[in-house]
């Protein structure tokens, strides 16, 4: 500093020097009171803290209640009794099968919030066990977090929806936080497979080994053309007393079913009769002729495009070449493809396989020209095979032994009584459904349905396919595919 300067410092007004003293106080004050502002903030972190993750337990709580609402949809043994005939499919038809929407297309579900179709009340007592006192109640399922208020199911705010779910649900914590979850459901459109086995032309033919391959258990037995047999006795006499078991027809003195019902659209012909009979001789009452063109023979009908956008979403898409390889969604040109084994067997009991579309050789609905060939080698599949084209099965192995469940005895609807059964050398477990022909090369059997569009046939004698048909199925209940899904874009948490 230059000796004018500094002299002129030391000669500064009086008037100035107050001014940054002012300065510096007003510094120092607003210093202590950021400090003191951080200290407070720092000293309710915790609480709020605290407060945003009691929030989000209470929404998780009412987001998994609505899951397990959902999942009573699926599998009605889990399913509360008072309700469960409310969550069935109680629309559709005699022609195309239960449904939840009626023929325009409006949910089976028609209640408001203020008057729901299905509501559950902690307030009553009866509803608190379901809802939370139980051990099955929504709250012991979902690990006791806290306690569920109230659940209501009415109808879509949406067109086109199944219903809406709405949760109110309160934690259990020091500080409870009531909250309640809305969300929206849709439904897939898969048709009801209400048959054990379903054929689109003749099965079997007048001629040495050429009997039909197909024997079924617990369903009928639908052939839009004519069905040939060996023997009388391979068409199973219905009957009350029939034992629900899981041995093969083989293994019985005679065949018997109580559940098995034959719908055939021609007539039934006999290779070897009884004796001084003809190839027409007298049947059992459960075997119903000439059913075609009226009455009518009631095959499910599996639209192509509809299931296709159902696979491409929810389940497995492949693409048959003329080689039988099968080719995932999206493969180039030159991809080589992989072998049905590879693709479709299930190593244990459990390894669902969802729902698997196998299209056509070009992409477009069957046609006699663009329909492969798809074998079956495996030991065990289980899910739901759809193949736009000709099917041949030929296992390798004995299969897998898997729990299955009888029909509801004839007469009742009631799930108590469902014979709990083991089958055994089961290669199948769920839908074999092919638009073309069956051609079974090795001897197999079948628990869930199959369905084909043209025959079924086999090598020879001895060698055919013996189907014990899953009640669910006439239900629309298929594992690995949702019956209902979360509609996207309609969570919604309520304050």
Same mark, same amino acid.
């Given at each position: 500093m230059k000796m004018g300067e500094r002299r002129a410092s030391e000669f500064m007004n009086?008037?100035? *020097?107050?001014?940054?003293?002012? %300065?510096?106080?007003?510094? &120092?004050?607003?210093?202590?009171? #950021?400090? @003191?502002t951080s200290l407070y903030l720092a000293g309710q972190d915790g609480p709020g803290v605290s407060a945003m993750k009691e929030d989000n337990v209470a929404q998780q709580f009412a987001d998994g209640a609505a899951d397990v609402v959902m999942s009573w949809f699926h599998d009605p043994s889990v399913t509360p009794a008072s309700i469960a005939g409310l969550l069935v499919k109680r629309q559709g038809d005699f022609t195309s099968g239960p449904s939840f929407f009626n #023929?325009?297309?409006?949910?089976?579900? !028609?209640?408001t919030a203020d008057r729901p179709d299905i509501l559950l009340d902690a307030a009553n007592q009866a509803d608190n066990q379901t809802l939370n006192d139980s051990p099955s109640g929504l709250s012991r399922a979902l690990g006791g977090l806290g306690r569920i208020l109230k659940l209501k199911v009415y109808g879509p705010l949406q067109p086109g929806l199944l219903s809406t779910v709405e949760v109110t649900v309160t934690t259990v914590d020091h500080r409870p936080v009531t909250r309640t979850v809305q969300l929206q459901l849709g439904a897939l459109s898969i048709?009801?497979?209400?048959?054990?086995?379903?054929?689109?032309?003749?099965?079997?033919?007048?001629?040495?080994?050429?009997?039909?391959?197909? @024997?079924?258990?617990?369903?009928? +037995?639908?052939?839009?053309?004519?069905?040939?047999?060996?023997?009388?006795?391979?068409?199973a006499l219905k009957s009350t007393a029939a034992p629900v078991t899981g041995q093969s027809y083989d293994q019985m003195l005679y065949a018997q079913d109580r559940w098995t019902e034959y719908w055939i659209g021609g007539t039934v012909s006999v290779i070897a009769p009884p004796p001084g009979q003809s190839v027409n001789?007298?049947?059992?009452?459960?075997?119903?002729? +000439?059913?075609?063109?009226?009455?009518?023979?009631?095959?499910?009908?599996?639209?192509?495009?509809?299931? *296709? *956008? &159902?696979?491409?979403?929810?389940?497995?898409?492949?693409?048959?070449? $003329? @080689?039988? +390889?099968?080719?995932? +969604?999206?493969?180039?040109?030159?991809?080589?493809?992989?072998?049905? %084994?590879?693709?479709?067997?299930?190593?244990?009991?459990?390894?669902?396989?969802?729902?698997?579309?196998?299209?056509? !050789?070009?992409?477009?609905?069957?046609?006699?020209?663009?329909?492969?060939?798809? !074998?079956?080698?495996?030991?065990?599949?289980?899910?739901?095979?759809?193949?736009?084209?000709?099917?041949?099965? $030929?296992?390798?192995?004995?299969? *897998?032994?898997?729990?299955?469940?009888?029909?509801?005895?004839?007469? %009742?609807?009631?799930?108590?009584?469902?014979?709990? !059964?083991?089958?055994?050398?089961?290669?199948?477990?769920?839908?074999?459904? #092919?638009?073309?022909?069956?051609?079974?090369?090795?001897?197999?059997?079948?628990?869930?349905a199959m369905m084909a569009g043209q025959s079924v046939t086999s090598i020879g004698t001895g060698v055919g396919i013996e189907v014990w048909y899953n009640a669910d199925l006439a239900q629309g209940l298929f594992q690995g595919v949702p019956v209902v899904y979360r509609a996207p874009g309609t969570w919604l948490a309520k304050y």
């Amino acid at each position: 500093m230059k000796m004018g300067e500094r002299r002129a410092s030391e000669f500064m007004n009086p008037c100035d *020097k107050g001014h940054v003293l002012l %300065t510096s106080l007003m510094l &120092i004050v607003l210093l202590g009171v #950021a400090g @003191m502002t951080s200290l407070y903030l720092a000293g309710q972190d915790g609480p709020g803290v605290s407060a945003m993750k009691e929030d989000n337990v209470a929404q998780q709580f009412a987001d998994g209640a609505a899951d397990v609402v959902m999942s009573w949809f699926h599998d009605p043994s889990v399913t509360p009794a008072s309700i469960a005939g409310l969550l069935v499919k109680r629309q559709g038809d005699f022609t195309s099968g239960p449904s939840f929407f009626n #023929a325009a297309g409006h949910s089976q579900f !028609v209640g408001t919030a203020d008057r729901p179709d299905i509501l559950l009340d902690a307030a009553n007592q009866a509803d608190n066990q379901t809802l939370n006192d139980s051990p099955s109640g929504l709250s012991r399922a979902l690990g006791g977090l806290g306690r569920i208020l109230k659940l209501k199911v009415y109808g879509p705010l949406q067109p086109g929806l199944l219903s809406t779910v709405e949760v109110t649900v309160t934690t259990v914590d020091h500080r409870p936080v009531t909250r309640t979850v809305q969300l929206q459901l849709g439904a897939l459109s898969i048709p009801a497979v209400r048959a054990a086995v379903q054929v689109g032309q003749t099965l079997g033919a007048m001629q040495p080994g050429g009997e039909s391959p197909v @024997m079924v258990h617990w369903g009928d +037995q639908r052939v839009l053309g004519d069905l040939t047999v060996q023997r009388v006795e391979d068409v199973a006499l219905k009957s009350t007393a029939a034992p629900v078991t899981g041995q093969s027809y083989d293994q019985m003195l005679y065949a018997q079913d109580r559940w098995t019902e034959y719908w055939i659209g021609g007539t039934v012909s006999v290779i070897a009769p009884p004796p001084g009979q003809s190839v027409n001789p007298p049947l059992p009452e459960n075997v119903h002729q +000439q059913q075609y063109p009226t009455p009518g023979v009631r095959l499910d009908q599996w639209d192509y495009a509809s299931l *296709k *956008k &159902i696979a491409l979403r929810w389940g497995t898409y492949y693409r048959l070449d $003329r @080689m039988g +390889q099968l080719h995932p +969604q999206g493969a180039s040109d030159s991809d080589q493809g992989i072998t049905s %084994t590879d693709a479709l067997e299930s190593h244990v009991i459990g390894d669902h396989r969802g729902l698997i579309f196998i299209d056509t !050789v070009d992409g477009q609905p069957p046609r006699a020209d663009n329909m492969g060939t798809l !074998v079956l080698d495996m030991d065990y599949f289980e899910g739901l095979l759809v193949v736009q084209g000709h099917v041949v099965c $030929r296992p390798r192995a004995a299969g *897998k032994s898997v729990p299955a469940l009888s029909p509801s005895q004839p007469g %009742t609807e009631s799930l108590g009584t469902r014979v709990p !059964v083991q089958l055994s050398g089961i290669h199948v477990n769920g839908l074999l459904y #092919a638009a073309g022909a069956i051609r079974i090369e090795r001897s197999a059997h079948l628990y869930g349905a199959m369905m084909a569009g043209q025959s079924v046939t086999s090598i020879g004698t001895g060698v055919g396919i013996e189907v014990w048909y899953n009640a669910d199925l006439a239900q629309g209940l298929f594992q690995g595919v949702p019956v209902v899904y979360r509609a996207p874009g309609t969570w919604l948490a309520k304050y």
